[in-house]
């Protein structure tokens, strides 16, 4: 809501066309980086642990993309307070979510668990050791459901482009914001 009725003084100036082009990249790789990751976890979630692909690089990534996601979002908007608001909000909740799953984890794969804790970091990737070559088999069903879950970040490109016209033909009246 505050996209809609804020807009930065600043709209569509140079340097934040370009904070706008940095979201949609950033809403791009957060498409992408969930459907990596679906690939990997998709339909095994709770039968296996899985530590390939992205879960290599850190236990959460689903997050970590999500993560990346909003902040496109925020940037899409050249909304610079939002992002500001928002990446504290998201750090803290996904914070007790997180604990709360890897609580479950460790009940059900006990001490493997345990030792990809101490090896793999829980959400900002270690991507120096990381290396997967391997196949893997693919859920065409939870790929599908990962790809209608993504398509929110590519249909935010859309919304945010319609959001900036609007503000640009002064569709409805919006605070100004000095940032």
């Not at 340097?15 to 706008?20: D, L, N, T």
């Amino acid at each position: 809501m505050a996209a809609l009725f804020t807009r930065p003084v600043e709209l569509g100036s140079g340097g934040y066309v370009a904070m706008e082009l940095t979201g949609f990249v950033f809403l791009i790789v957060a498409a992408l980086g969930r459907m990596w990751c679906t690939v990997y976890i998709g339909g095994r979630k709770n039968r296996e642990l899985c530590q390939a692909g992205p879960y290599g690089a850190c236990r959460n990534p689903l997050y970590l993309f999500s993560f990346v996601g909003v902040i496109g979002a925020c940037l899409a908007l050249q909304h610079i307070l939002l992002l500001i608001i928002t990446v504290p909000v998201f750090l803290s909740y996904y914070h007790y979510v997180i604990q709360a799953e890897e609580r479950r984890l460790q009940s059900f794969f006990g001490e493997t668990f345990v030792e990809y804790c101490q090896t793999v970091p829980r959400f900002w990737p270690r991507w120096i050791k990381f290396t997967d070559n391997r196949d893997v088999s693919i859920s065409m069903r939870h790929f599908s459901r990962g790809l209608g879950e993504v398509f929110w970040f590519l249909l935010a490109i859309v919304l945010i482009d319609a959001i900036e016209l609007a503000h640009i033909a002064q569709l409805w009246p919006t605070h100004v914001l000095p940032i």
